[in-house]
């Protein structure tokens, strides 16, 4: 019982989006694809275990939401049509909805799936709300699953997409692929929607774990696909390039105990050299198309700079510092700001890296930001103003909510020098 039920949750995760997409298609209303196509899949549990699993699950669960969908079809027609009309719109429509999960079944990635992304990713709604939409429709998460990665209630996340999709439906948003400017708008919206899931996988904001591996496997699915589903879209390559390349180095940045390894810590034996080569060859196609100084694939070259020195002492910084300064231009922010400080530090020293980081003092954005201290912390320490340095750190610690990220703060303040009250090495 316990393997058939692992089936039918394996061929749910795989098959969900393309079954929802197929019948939103028609439905115009992705709450009710979600919930017939639910339906679809209660019906597996309760049919499955006593007559077997079907030689094709996929196409099953296509047929039950099909004859779900043409029954919710039936009953919403007779609503609002008299008895009279029903029967000539109602043989159009299901002829249409068939050809359309019939589509969906064929085909293993297809423009419904596409249009279902931009749905979820879309502007009207709020970017949490985008975000927990998309891990529910396109990743095929559980709201448990999605609370659980964002160290937020269950009911609380159940209404955050609860709202998402009451949204989506006040606001009549078309089911449809956008076209030309439109799609060029909705895109980077897409792909920022997949680089925060990526983000919150690859560094928690808060919680007990340094990461959430998992919520990076979901937005490189989300990538691949994407590259699949927009080919000619530069920023699509871009991004995928980027998490590639960052996600090879998942297996260095803890250690045995679960604690965080930085960067230049870690052991590279330990990355992924086979990822690697894929998030290389992703940004020359993003480079071959025309995007080479896009956002993502500027991120992506600096990541890849990284990659290709096999010592920390290796890295290319001055390079770095220069693509930087090309991301300042198309993306000027004080996030990047502070880490092409960190490589200017790196490149030419502690003190040229704190004149730069200094400059951001002023900024709003980093107030509450504790990698602002931190870094700060780490460059007063290699000045030898250990006092500051120590200031600084303990500033970070309070502002951080993730506890391993804590904990290699106060890590940092086990190893440096103890001062006297003037800021003097003790007995030196």
Known sequence: MSDIHSTIEAVWRIESTRLIAGIARVSRDIGIAEELAQEALVAALEQWPEEGIPEKPAAWLMTAARRRAIDYLRRSRMLEQ???????????????????????LDQVIDDDVLRLIFIACHPVLAVEGRVALTLRLICGLTTAEIARAFLVPEKTLGQRIFRAKRTLSEAHVPFETPRGDELRRRVESVLSVVYLIFNEGYTATSGEEWMRAALCDDALRLGRMLVELLLGESEVHG??????????????????????????????????????????????????LGGGAGNYALQAAIAACHARASTAEETDWERIVLLYDALLQISPSPIVALNRAVAVGMAQGPAAGLAALDGLAAESVLAGYHMLPSVRGDLLMKLGRFAEAREEIQRAITMTQNRREQELLMERLKQMPSCDARGQLCGC
């Open 82 to 104: 008299k008895h009279g009309e029903i029967a000539r719109e109602f043989e159009f429509q299901q002829q249409r909805l068939s050809q359309a999960l019939d589509q969906a």
């Open 239 to 288: 991004l995928l390039a980027l998490m590639e390349l960052q996600a090879s180095r998942t297996a260095a940045r803890r250690g045995r105990k679960g604690e965080a390894v930085l960067l230049l810590a870690q052991d590279r034996s330990l990355w992924d050299y086979a990822q690697i080569q894929r998030g290389m060859a992703a940004l020359e196609h993003a480079q071959r």
